[in-house]
């Protein structure tokens, strides 16, 4: 999994299927995740124009294939999983590399089709929580190993 996450924080830009307003939510606490990182994220979400963190607003897409540049794009994806698969076929089609599943947002089928489609994969079991891999605990770590991997290459 440790290659998958530098893969994953490798691209320039980041998406979050499930993105919400509601800061109770996942889809809000990952969103957030990647703005107290400055990283380029923006939400994905049919339901919203825009989505407020701090005195940010970011303006939403509503599918992973209106992404303005989807093949540069990491997609963090909080959805159940009779709609994450969707949103997996769909990103595979407009070219996204690398998806992160959410702790509860995919079944046995979600997961494989992921693994067996993407460049790189996380979810699943692993991680340090209990839960499976999750971005809010387990993403500095990777974050750090993808940015330690980017010096290196430019040494």
């Given at each position: 999994?440790?290659?998958?996450?530098?893969?994953?924080?490798?691209?320039?830009?980041?998406?979050?299927?499930?993105?919400?307003?509601?800061?109770?939510?996942?889809?809000?606490?990952?969103?957030?995740?990647?703005?107290?990182?400055?990283?380029?994220?923006?939400?994905?979400?049919?339901s919203r124009?825009?989505?407020?963190?701090?005195?940010?607003?970011?303006?939403?897409?509503?599918?992973?294939?209106?992404?303005?540049?989807?093949?540069?794009?990491?997609?963090?994806?909080?959805?159940?999983?009779?709609?994450?698969?969707?949103?997996?076929?769909?990103?595979?089609?407009?070219?996204?590399?690398?998806?992160?599943?959410?702790?509860?947002?995919?079944?046995?089928?979600?997961?494989?089709?992921?693994?067996?489609?993407?460049?790189?994969?996380?979810?699943?079991?692993?991680?340090?929580?209990?839960?499976?891999?999750c971005?809010?605990?387990?993403?500095?770590?990777?974050?750090?190993?993808?940015?330690?991997?980017?010096?290196?290459?430019?040494?």
């Amino acid at each position: 999994m440790e290659t998958a996450a530098k893969e994953f924080f490798s691209s320039p830009r980041f998406a979050v299927a499930g993105a919400s307003q509601d800061p109770r939510k996942f889809g809000y606490k990952v969103l957030a995740w990647y703005h107290a990182r400055s990283l380029n994220v923006q939400p994905v979400t049919p339901s919203r124009s825009s989505i407020k963190i701090s005195s940010t607003d970011y303006p939403t897409v509503s599918s992973p294939s209106a992404l303005p540049c989807p093949q540069e794009t990491s997609l963090s994806i909080i959805t159940p999983p009779s709609i994450t698969i969707n949103i997996l076929r769909e990103a595979r089609k407009a070219g996204i590399p690398a998806v992160w599943l959410q702790p509860g947002s995919f079944d046995d089928e979600g997961l494989k089709f992921a693994k067996q489609e993407f460049v790189a994969a996380i979810g699943g079991e692993g991680g340090i929580g209990d839960e499976g891999w999750c971005v809010l605990v387990d993403g500095d770590e990777g974050l750090r190993k993808a940015r330690n991997n980017d010096e290196k290459e430019r040494l």
